[in-house]
Every structure is written in structure tokens, then in C-alpha cells.
Nanobody, 123 residues
Framework: QVQLVESGGGSVQAGGSLRLSCVASSGTFSIYAMGWFRQAPGKEREFVAGIDWSGGSTYYVDSVKGRFTISRDNAKNMVYLQMNSLKPEDTAVYSC????????????????WGQGTQVTVSS
């Protein structure tokens, strides 16, 4: 069983930055794509960013392009989301996910989810 644990959420003013981290318990971390999703109150969960198994390819939802950066460290079983120029509309619970495949779009589906970490951006 794979466990994903997120950290780094919090409250920040608009224009600020946060860095989310996610650690995976499984030793097979490096052969799967990883990603971040978010869910705001009253809204459906949406894809934010994905990174392929090697870290060589990334994919972002249009609303975060140029502001967020996803990265991974396969030696540490870690994936990160650097969030800059945060906006109030970025407020949501952010969850880490492990894909069932290797591609950054994670189109093949999600195998495991983390519990999530709250990000709140005030204006």
C-alpha cells in the first residue's frame, strides 16, 4: 500500500508564495508520474500540475502556467509544487497523487491519493 503525505500548506496574502511537498512511502515511486490536484469549496477537484516519471516533462492547467512549478526528487520519493504569485482563486485543498502510468498528463488515471493540505490566499 502506497501512502502519500503532503505538507507545506498554509495561509498567505495574494502575491505571496508557498511550496508544497509530498513524500511517498513506496519504493516504486520513480516509475510513475506524479501530480497535484486541488478542490475548492463547492467545486469539483481539478488537475493542477503533473510530472512524468523521469522529471523531464511537466504539464499544467492554464490557470497556473507561469506561476506554479512542479518538480520531483526520485532519490527521496518526493514531489514538490512551488506556487508563486498566489491569487485568492488558488484557495483550495491541494492533494498529491500518483498516476497509474508514466506520462505527465496523468491521463491513464490515478492510483493513489494523499489526504491533502489546505492553501488559503487572502486578498
Amino acid at each position: 500500500q502506497v501512502q502519500l503525505v503532503e505538507s507545506g500548506g498554509g495561509s498567505v496574502q495574494a502575491g505571496g508564495s508557498l511550496r508544497l511537498s509530498c513524500v511517498a512511502s513506496s519504493g516504486t515511486f520513480s516509475i510513475y508520474a506524479m501530480g497535484w490536484f486541488r478542490q475548492a469549496p463547492g467545486k469539483e477537484r481539478e488537475f493542477v500540475a503533473g510530472i512524468d516519471w523521469s522529471g523531464g516533462s511537466t504539464y499544467y492547467v492554464d490557470s497556473v502556467k507561469g506561476r506554479f512549478t512542479i518538480s520531483r526528487d526520485n532519490a527521496k520519493n518526493m514531489v514538490y509544487l512551488q506556487m508563486n504569485s498566489l491569487k485568492p482563486e488558488d484557495t483550495a485543498v491541494y492533494s498529491c497523487a500518483r498516476a497509474t502510468g508514466r506520462g505527465a498528463t496523468m491521463s491513464g488515471g490515478i492510483g493513489y491519493w494523499g489526504q491533502g493540505t489546505q492553501v488559503t490566499v487572502s486578498s
